[in-house]
């Protein structure tokens, strides 16, 4: 994740929310059948110290935070 241009690592762990272990809830796969959206959406609450923190989810924003680059 990025701030201003500096790298910060961030380590988040693979386990997502599900019921009873058999589904995940409040996600999906991606259509090639990964799950790199939820865990990134960890990464990003974890970085800003809590969910309710993040900012609306912007795309530009989001895209700005990975990889450290301005997309607008």
């Known amino acids: 994740m990025y ?22 809830i409040l996600t999906r796969k991606s ?5 790199w959206s939820p865990i990134m959406e960890k990464a990003g609450g974890k970085y800003y110290g809590a969910f309710e923190q993040m900012n609306g989810g912007w795309m530009d924003e989001s895209i700005y935070a990975l990889v450290g680059v301005p997309s607008f």
């Open 3 to 24: 701030m201003y241009g500096v790298a910060h690592k961030v380590v988040v762990d693979d386990k997502l929310a599900s019921r009873g272990g058999s589904s995940v």
């Open 31 to 35: 259509p090639n059948g990964a799950w």
